[in-house]
Nanobody, 117 residues
Framework: QVRLVESGGGLVQSGGSLRLSCAASGFRFSDYRMSWYRQAPGKQRESVAV????????DYVDSVKGRFTISRDNGKNTVALQMNSLNFEDTAVYYC??????????WGQGTQVTVSS
């Protein structure tokens, strides 16, 4: 059974940091590209960061470049998102996403990040 479980969300003051983690199980983690998405109230879900299956390639949405870092540990089947210099616009539910192909993907249940101004 494919399972993605996020943790690490919470309430943080503007300028603060959080580290999200996603634990994967039920599939061959090292074969999958992993991403973090977020969805703010009233907005569409957007891709925040993506990392290739071997961790060699990373990409970020412009709004988080220089502040967020995605990483993965294929030995522990985990992917993390280090978020620094958080601001109010980063408030959203953050989702872990695994993808191998157009019909081979999975979502986590999400974790809430709230940044107070």
């Amino acid at each position: 059974q494919v399972r993605l479980v996020e943790s690490g969300g919470g309430l943080v003051q503007s300028g603060g940091s959080l580290r999200l983690s996603c634990a994967a199980s039920g599939f061959r983690f090292s074969d999958y590209r992993m991403s973090w998405y977020r969805q703010a109230p009233g907005k569409q879900r957007e891709s925040v960061a993506v990392i290739s299956s071997d961790g060699s390639v990373r990409d970020y949405v412009d709004s988080v470049k220089g502040r967020f870092t995605i990483s993965r540990d294929n030995g522990k089947n985990t992917v993390a998102l280090q978020m620094n210099s958080l601001n109010f616009e980063d408030t959203a539910v953050y989702y872990c996403y695994a993808r191998k192909g157009p019909r081979d993907f999975a979502w986590g249940q999400g974790t809430q990040v709230t940044v107070s101004s």
